[in-house]
């Protein structure tokens, strides 16, 4: 079965620091680009990062302003996200996602999300 | 930064009802867009890629039309299933997603 697993959320004080991890399996990890995602209390979704198959190119959204990092271990199966100087509006599920493996930069594959709540 | 604008924000409808959902972007995306469906507690799930294909195992009752700036997902007839909030995404530029319309029981 195909198959993303988040790990690593959880309770951060303001200014702290998260690794999210996200364990793939049941298809070949190297081959695929991968993203995260984040999604607020209530709110919608938001892009937060991309890695190609490689991790040769690497992007972010603007809003994050260099404080997170993106990086992968094709030995491992497996996706991170450094996540540093932690702010209240951090605060959100945090979606591994896999884009297809067309020409589509889609996402056809999500991991059930883990949650990272940003409070003093 | 291309921006992605949703209509209507909730919907109300009844099963059995034929629901359209319009997904407008900034700056032309050519089909450069995605529909996803998301319930409660849940991660997302793709319906559409490329404006109008559908993706593998998703019912027929949904489809997806446009290119350029404007987009639609349609739903043919609506079934209890089908009650959740659905997300467009542009992946011409980087990706963005819509602010979600939530279909609700009416």
């Known amino acids: 079965e195909v198959q993303l697993v988040e790990s690593g959320g959880g309770l951060v004080q303001p200014g702290g620091s998260l690794r999210l991890s996200c364990a793939a399996s049941?298809?070949?990890?190297?081959?695929?680009?991968m993203n995260w995602v984040r999604q607020a209390p209530g709110k919608g979704l938001e892009w937060v990062s991309y890695?190609?198959?490689?991790?040769?190119?690497?992007y972010y959204a603007d809003s994050l302003k260099g404080r997170f990092t993106i990086s992968r271990d094709n030995a491992k199966n497996s996706l991170y996200l450094q996540m540093n100087s932690l702010r209240a509006e951090d605060t959100a599920v945090y979606y591994c996602?896999?884009?297809?493996?067309?020409?589509?930069?889609?996402?056809?594959?999500w991991g059930q999300g883990t949650m990272v709540t940003v409070s003093s | 930064d291309i921006q992605m604008t949703q209509s209507p924000s909730t919907l109300s409808a009844s099963v059995g009802d034929r629901v359209t959902i319009t997904c407008r972007a900034s700056?032309?995306?050519?089909?450069?867009l995605a529909w996803y469906q998301q319930k409660p507690g849940k991660a997302p799930k793709l319906l559409i890629y490329?404006?109008?294909s559908l993706q593998s195992g998703v019912p027929s009752r949904f489809s997806g039309s446009g290119s350029g700036t404007e987009f639609t997902l349609t739903i043919s007839s609506l079934q209890p299933d089908d009650f959740a909030t659905y997300y467009c995404?542009?992946?011409?530029?980087?990706?963005?997603f819509g602010q979600g319309t939530k279909v609700e029981i009416k």
């Open positions: 700056q032309s995306i050519s089909s450069w």
């Open positions: 995404q542009q992946y011409n530029s980087y990706w963005t």
């Open positions: 890695i190609s198959s490689s991790g040769s190119t690497i």
């Open positions: 490329k404006a109008s």
């Open positions: 049941g298809f070949t990890f190297s081959s695929y680009e």
């Open positions: 996602a896999r884009e297809m493996a067309t020409v589509d930069d889609a996402f056809d594959i």
